[in-house]
C-alpha cells in the first residue's frame, strides 16, 4: 500500500531513532540563541528529512529544487518520481494540530490529481526539552488513516466562525480517543465530498447575504 | 518622546549595524541545514534582541521570564520596568507585513492600559541572502508613525471574509506610499476607534443573521 521507498525511509528512520537529536540555533552578530519555540519547526523538519534522504541515497526528490512552484507534493518518491510523500510533524506532549491539507484545495485537486489520494504521509512525533529536540515516534500513514468524523462535519477541520480552514488530523495513537479514523479510502473521500457539499451550501447562504448587505451599504 | 533606554538601544544597534550578521542552523543527528526560509524569524529576531540587550547591560527586562503570561508588552524598559517596547522585523525586500497588535485585543488592552499606546516599536528591516541574514535598516517609532488609513476603513487592518484580524502597517519607510502615516497619536486613536464602532456595527448585523440561520437549522 506504500511506496517502498517511503518503506524504505520509515525502517532507516526508526533504526536511527536513538540519535535524532538536535535543535535550532540562531545567530546574530556574536550573540548565539538555542531556540527553544516550536513556530517553523515543521517546515524545518520538513527540510531536514530532504537532506537527510540524500545523504542516505534514497529516491526522494524536491519538486521545489526542481523548479515546480506546486503546493504539493513535500516530495517525489521512486526513481520516475511515481509517489508523492507528505512531511508532517507534531509535539508528542500535546495533540497531533498540523494541517493536512487545505479543505478547498485539497477537494479541488483530488479532481484534476485523483493519485493525490494515494499520497503517503511520514510523520514525526517529536519532544522539545529546552532547546533540546528529540525525535520519539515516526509513522507511515495514508490520509484515511489519520482522519475522522467529527460532531461539526463529517470529515474533522478546523472550522472558525463557520469558514472551513484546513482538514485536521485524528487522535491516530491514542486508545482513547473519541472519533475513530476512516476504516476505508472510500469512507474518507464520501466524508471529504459530504463536508463540501454541505459547506457550499452554507456558504452560497453566506454570500447571498453578503451580496445583499453590499447593496445597501454601497446604495 | 521615546524612552530614554529605546533611544539607547537603537543607538547601539546602528553603531554595529554593519556587524549584524546571522543566520539559523537547524540540525537532527548529523544533518544540519543552514535555513533558508523566513517562518518564525521574527520571533527569532525578538528573543535574539533580550539577549543582545542583555550583554549589552541595557535597563530591559523580559516580562516572560519573571512569570507574566501577559500578550504585551515583548519588553520592559528602564531601572523600574515603567517603558513598554515592542520589537518587529520585515524583509526589506518586501514590504512590512508584520501584524502590529491583534485588533480586537487592542482595543480593549487601551481601556484597561492606556499606557499601552505609548509602547516603543523597535522595528528591524532584514535581508535574507540564501540562509545569510543581514539587518539593514532599524526604526524606532510610536504606533502612530508607523499606521495609516485604508480604503476600507479609517485604520488600516488585516481583514479577511469581512473579519478583522490584525492591525498592520503603514509604508512608512517608502516616499511613494499611497496612504501617510498619522499625524499625531490623536488622530490614530480616533481612527482606531472609528474602525471598531463600524466594525461592531456590521459584525452584530451578521451575528444576528448567523443567530437565525442557526434557530432555522436546529428548528
Not at 487522535?171 to 480517543?177: D, G, I, L, R
Given at each position: 500500500m506504500y511506496h517502498k521507498v517511503s518503506l524504505d525511509a520509515l525502517d532507516k528512520l526508526q533504526k536511527q531513532k536513538h540519535k535524532l537529536v538536535g535543535g535550532t540555533k540562531f545567530s546574530i552578530g556574536n550573540i548565539q540563541i538555542d531556540v527553544e519555540g516550536k513556530d517553523g519547526l515543521g517546515g524545518l523538519i520538513e527540510e531536514w528529512f530532504g537532506q537527510w534522504a540524500l545523504h542516505e541515497r534514497l529516491a526522494i526528490s524536491n519538486p521545489k529544487k526542481v523548479g515546480n512552484s506546486q503546493s504539493f507534493p513535500d516530495y517525489f518518491v521512486g526513481n520516475n518520481q511515481e509517489g508523492l510523500l507528505e512531511i508532517k510533524s507534531f509535539d508528542v506532549?500535546?495533540?497531533?494540530?498540523?494541517?493536512?491539507?487545505n479543505f478547498e484545495s485539497y477537494c479541488d485537486s483530488l479532481s484534476k490529481?485523483?493519485?493525490?489520494?494515494?499520497s503517503d504521509y511520514l510523520i514525526f512525533g517529536y519532544k522539545l526539552s529546552g532547546s533540546r529536540l528529540t525525535i520519539e515516534e515516526i509513522w507511515l500513514k495514508k490520509i484515511w488513516e489519520i482522519t475522522c468524523p467529527s460532531e461539526r462535519w463529517p470529515l474533522k477541520t478546523q472550522t472558525k466562525r463557520n469558514v472551513i480552514y484546513n482538514i485536521r488530523p485524528a487522535?491516530?495513537?491514542?486508545?482513547?480517543?473519541r472519533y475513530h479514523i476512516f476504516t476505508s479510502k472510500d469512507e474518507f473521500v464520501e466524508a471529504l465530498y459530504a463536508t463540501q457539499k454541505e459547506y457550499l451550501g452554507i456558504k452560497e447562504s453566506n454570500e447571498e447575504i453578503t451580496y445583499y448587505k453590499s447593496l445597501k451599504n454601497n446604495g
Open positions: 506532549a500535546a495533540s497531533a494540530n498540523f494541517d493536512i491539507a490529481n485523483p493519485e493525490r489520494i494515494d487522535a491516530w495513537y491514542s486508545k482513547n480517543a
